[in-house]
T-cell receptor, first 109, second 115 residues
């Protein structure tokens, strides 16, 4: 059974810092990995999708990497802003989609 | 496109009542799914469908039924609500590409409380 873990569970940083969120998974036979953002009381917004054949994807200040062999993905956020404050979820697709519990990020002005 | 829509946004039920959560998408996606989100546990898959007329169970299917009579709609039925079903429910849709699903698009969620 695929298990997805996200560390840390919560993170608080001052504005302007670069930061890394971690996601690990136990079964490396995945089709893709997706990073989402969730604001309080809202749905999920897709940030980046990495196919199993890819090693990274970039969108603006966000960069996600994937290392299937070690069962790890990282989401790098450059020059963090208060508007980045949200919960970040990773999800991996095997036969179905499994989610981590998320990292709650707070960026302080 | 409206994307993925869910109704209602909020619902309070008494134990034993039944209800249907509605989900619709206008992107012609083959794949649709229902998740529940509980504090500290991430999202867990309840049921999914790979096309009209085809449904299957996910990780936590007990107490829920689904049907997929059209490509657009994927309702989730609670047969006899229990307090353990208090949660936020998300519907999602996607389409298939070689090697798996493309990225999933999520609805805004339904917050359900069972007393």
């Amino acid at each position: 059974k695929q298990e997805v873990t996200q560390i840390p569970a919560a993170l608080s940083v001052p504005e302007g810092e670069n930061l890394v969120l971690n996601c690990s998974f136990t079964d490396s036979a995945i089709y893709n990995l997706q990073w989402f953002r969730q604001d309080p009381g809202k749905g999920l917004t897709s940030l980046l999708l990495i196919q199993s054949s890819q090693r990274e994807q970039t969108s603006g200040r966000l960069n996600a990497s994937l290392d299937k062999s070690s069962g790890r993905s990282t989401l790098y956020i450059a020059a963090s802003q208060p508007g980045d404050s949200a919960t970040y979820l990773c999800a991996v697709l095997n036969n179905d989609m499994r989610f981590g519990a998320g990292t709650r990020l707070t960026v302080k002005p | 496109n409206a994307g993925v829509t869910q109704t209602p946004k909020f619902q309070v039920l008494k134990t034993g009542q039944s209800m249907t959560l509605q989900c619709a998408q206008d992107m012609n996606h083959e794949y649709m799914s229902w998740y529940r989100q509980d504090p500290g546990m991430g999202l867990r898959l309840i049921h999914y469908s790979v096309g009209a007329g085809i449904t299957d169970q996910g990780e936590v299917p007990n107490g829920y039924n689904v049907s997929r009579s059209t490509t657009e709609d994927f309702p989730l039925r609670l047969l006899s609500a229990a307090p353990s079903q208090t949660s936020v429910y998300f519907c999602a849709s996607s389409y298939f590409i070689a090697g798996g699903l493309f990225e999933q698009y999520f609805g805004p969620g339904t917050r359900l409380t069972v007393t």
